[in-house]
C-alpha cells in the first residue's frame, strides 16, 4: 500500500483555501479533500507515477493552480515572532507591536491555525527542543536541553511531551523517526493486513 503525507507550514493549507483551519482539518485522521473533489480526481494518476520526484512535480502543479493570496499578510510574521522560543518577547508585547490587542491576536490565531498563541509556542518550544535532542553529535542531556528552551525543569520538558505525544522523551526517541531534513518527527506505524 502507497502512502503520502503532505506537511504544510503555518498558513500553508490556508494558502489554499479561504476557509478556516478548522474547517479544513475536521476529521482529517480520515481521508479527507478540503478542495472539492480535485485532489481525489488527482488521486489515480499520483499513485500511477513511478517516483517520488514525479509525486512531487505533480503535488506541486496542483497546489500552485489552487494557491490564493493570505487575507491577512502581517500573520506570518506574527507567528514567526510567536515561535521565537529562545529570548522570544512575551505574547502581549508581540501583539502590541503588531498593534493588535491580545484578545484579537487569540482570535486570529484561532482561525487561522486553531490554537491559542500559547499554545502554538508551546508546540514551537516542543518541536525545538526534538530537534535539538535528534541532531547528529548532541550529547545534551533532556535537563540541559529542557533549560536551554526556557522549559522550567526537565520535568516541564516531560510533561509537555507526554502532552503532545503520550510518550515520554525517552521513549519517544526510540518509537519515532525522523523525516528527511524538515524536522519532522513521526512514528511510523507498519500497515499489516490479517486475512
Not at 503525507?5 to 475536521?26: D, K, M
Not at 484579537?104 to 491555525?113: D, E
Request: net charge positive; hydrophobic share 35%; glycine share 6%.
Amino acid at each position: 500500500m502507497r502512502k503520502i503525507a503532505i506537511v504544510f507550514e503555518p498558513l500553508g493549507l490556508q494558502a489554499l483555501s479561504q476557509q478556516p483551519l478548522l474547517r479544513l482539518t475536521r476529521g482529517a485522521v480520515t481521508p479527507v479533500d478540503p478542495f472539492g473533489g480535485q485532489l481525489t480526481q488527482l488521486i489515480p494518476s499520483l499513485f500511477a507515477s513511478a517516483t517520488a520526484e514525479e509525486w512531487v512535480n505533480d503535488l506541486d502543479s496542483f497546489f500552485l493552480t489552487l494557491t490564493k493570496p493570505l487575507t491577512y499578510p502581517v500573520l506570518s510574521s506574527l507567528i514567526q515572532q510567536t515561535t521565537q522560543v529562545i529570548d522570544g518577547q512575551p505574547l502581549h508585547q508581540i501583539a502590541s507591536q503588531y498593534q493588535l490587542s491580545r484578545r484579537h491576536m487569540g482570535r486570529l490565531f484561532q482561525y487561522y491555525l486553531g490554537c491559542s498563541p500559547e499554545t502554538y509556542r508551546q508546540i514551537a518550544r516542543f518541536r525545538y527542543v526534538l530537534q535539538l535532542a535528534t541532531q547528529l553529535g548532541t550529547r545534551q542531556t533532556f535537563t540541559e536541553l529542557a533549560y536551554q528552551t526556557g522549559h522550567a525543569d526537565q520535568a516541564h520538558w516531560n510533561k509537555q511531551c507526554r502532552k503532545w505525544t503520550g510518550y515520554t522523551p525517552s521513549t519517544l526517541l526510540t518509537v519515532g523517526t525522523q523525516l528527511g531534513q524538515q524536522n519532522l518527527f513521526w512514528r511510523l506505524i507498519e500497515d499489516h493486513t490479517i486475512i
